[in-house]
């Protein structure tokens, strides 16, 4: 069963950092992209960035780029998002997502489809 635990969420002052962890069990890791993406209040679920198995190949979202920095540790089954300079509409519940192209409702992004997610973690940015 594909477990997908994120962490590290929180409440910050624009322009502050934040590191968002993901752990990820159930299933074979480090063959699997892996990604995060973020929901807004009232907005659709968007994608923030995702990264290939081996770690080498990253995709971001526009808003994210130069800021958000994805990475992941196949040792120990983790993925994680670092968020800098932070601004207040990055205020979001970010989730940890699996590709899962085989998943009814899988959404697509940075040439994956992404069908597991985690509960989600909170990230405020107050001004």
């Known amino acids: 069963q594909v477990k997908l635990l994120e962490s590290g969420g929180g409440l910050v002052q624009v322009g502050e950092s934040l590191t968002l962890s993901c752990t990820a069990s159930?299933?074979?890791?480090?063959?699997?992209?892996m990604g995060w993406f973020r929901r807004a209040p009232g907005q659709e679920r968007e994608g923030v960035a995702c990264?290939?198995?081996?770690?080498?190949?990253?995709v971001y979202a526009d808003f994210a780029k130069g800021r958000f920095t994805i990475s992941r540790d196949n040792a120990n089954n983790k993925v994680y998002l670092q968020l800098t300079n932070m601004k207040p509409e990055d205020t979001a519940m970010y989730y940890c997502?699996?590709?899962?192209?085989?998943?009814?409702?899988?959404?697509?992004?940075?040439?994956?489809?992404?069908?597991?997610w985690g509960q989600g973690t909170q990230v405020t940015v107050s001004s």
């Open positions: 159930g299933f074979v890791f480090d063959v699997n992209a």
């Open positions: 990264i290939g198995w081996s770690g080498i190949s990253t």
């Open positions: 997502a699996k590709q899962g192209a085989d998943v009814p409702g899988a959404e697509y992004f940075g040439g994956h489809d992404f069908g597991y």
